[in-house]
T-cell receptor
Framework: KQEVTQIPAALSVPEGENLVLNCSFT??????LQWFRQDPGKGLTSLLL?????REQTSGRLNASLDKSSGRSTLYIAASQPGDSATYLC???????????FGTGTLLAVQP | AAGVIQSPRHLIKEKRETATLKCYPI?????VYWYQQGPGQDPQFLIS???????DKGSIPDRFSAQQFSDYHSELNMSSLELGDSALYFC??????????????FGPGTRLTVL
């Protein structure tokens, strides 16, 4: 059974810092991994999708990497801004099913 | 292009009542997924449909049922509502074509409150 965990659970950084969010999954047989952003009480905004055959994806100040063999993905946020404050969720799409298994999330606060 | 549409956005019901949530996928998307996110929790997969057939089933209570219609929209029917059903319900769609690696696009969610 696929399990997805995220470390740290919460993170507070000053504006301008570069930061890394971590995501681990137990079953390496994934189709892809998605990173989402969720503002309090709001919907899920897809940030990046990495297919199992890819190593990384970039969008603006965001860079996500995937290492299937070690069961890890990281989301790198460069030059963080207060507007980046939100909960970040990673979700793995498993090989035996098409559903997304979500991680526990990292609550990010960027202090101005 | 329009994204995934969910209605209603907010719904308040009493215990033991029924509720119907609707999802309109992105045009030409053939697969719909339903997720439930309880307060302070991560989203949990409920059920999915591909070409109007159930394709996968997660932790969906027997009190819930869902279907996908000929125009690909989907409805989640919830009966005998309980306080614990209060949650944010997301619908997502993808253009699968039988390939499960395509991206899922999420709707804004329906917030259900059971009193």
């Amino acid at each position: 059974k696929q399990e997805v965990t995220q470390i740290p659970a919460a993170l507070s950084v000053p504006e301008g810092e570069n930061l890394v969010l971590n995501c681990s999954f137990t079953d390496s047989a994934i189709y892809n991994l998605q990173w989402f952003r969720q503002d309090p009480g709001k919907g899920l905004t897809s940030l990046l999708l990495i297919q199992s055959s890819q190593r990384e994806q970039t969008s603006g100040r965001l860079n996500a990497s995937l290492d299937k063999s070690s069961g890890r993905s990281t989301l790198y946020i460069a030059a963080s801004q207060p507007g980046d404050s939100a909960t970040y969720l990673c979700a793995a799409r498993g090989g035996a099913t098409n559903k997304l298994i979500f991680g526990t999330g990292t609550l990010l606060a960027v202090q101005p | 292009a329009a994204g995934v549409i969910q209605s209603p956005r907010h719904l308040i019901k009493e215990k033991r009542e029924t509720a119907t949530l609707k999802c309109y996928p992105i045009s030409r998307h053939d697969t719909v997924y339903w997720y439930q996110q309880g307060p302070g929790q991560d989203p949990q997969f409920l059920i999915s449909f591909y070409e109007k057939m159930q394709s996968d089933k997660g932790s969906i209570p027997d009190r819930f049922s869902a279907q996908q219609f000929s125009d690909y929209h989907s409805e989640l029917n919830m009966s005998s509502l309980e306080l614990g059903d209060s949650a944010l319900y997301f619908c997502a769609s993808s253009d699968t074509g039988g390939f499960w690696y395509n991206e899922q696009f999420f709707g804004p969610g329906t917030r259900l409150t059971v009193l």
